[in-house]
Nanobody
Framework: QVRVVESGGGLVQPGGSLRLSCAAS????????MGWYRQAPEKQREFVAR???????RYVDSVKGRFTISRHNAQNTVDLQMNLLKPEDTAVYFC???????????????WGQGTQVTVSS
């Protein structure tokens, strides 16, 4: 079993900052990609950022220059530093980890339950 748990959401004013953290634990042989998606009310879940084990990073255009993703391979954790937050960043943020549970297994995504981020004055 693999467990993915997010933390760090909350309420912040426009222009403020929040840091989200995510930890994967359990039967992990290797983690390939880790990253974040978000889902705003009445909208589809959208990609936010991802980082490979080797450190290759990709962001959705709307967060470039404001969000920074980082990862600690030895700890199986990934963080998302969010600066200059806007009301349109309000959403539930979900962490995922592409986990190989054994040498012979293909990686598959495991998801956290999500953490609420609300940007409002």
């Amino acid at each position: 079993q693999v467990r993915v748990v997010e933390s760090g959401g909350g309420l912040v004013q426009p222009g403020g900052s929040l840091r989200l953290s995510c930890a994967a634990s359990g039967s992990i042989y290797n983690i390939r990609d880790m990253g974040w998606y978000r889902q705003a009310p009445e909208k589809q879940r959208e990609f936010v950022a991802r980082i490979t084990r080797g450190g290759d990073i990709r962001y959705v255009d709307s967060v470039k220059g404001r969000f920074t993703i980082s990862r600690h391979n030895a700890q199986n954790t990934v963080d998302l530093q969010m600066n200059l937050l806007k009301p349109e960043d309000t959403a539930v943020y979900f962490c995922y980890a592409d986990v190989e549970t054994a040498l012979w297994e293909h990686a598959k995504p495991y998801w956290g339950q999500g953490t609420q981020v609300t940007v409002s004055s």
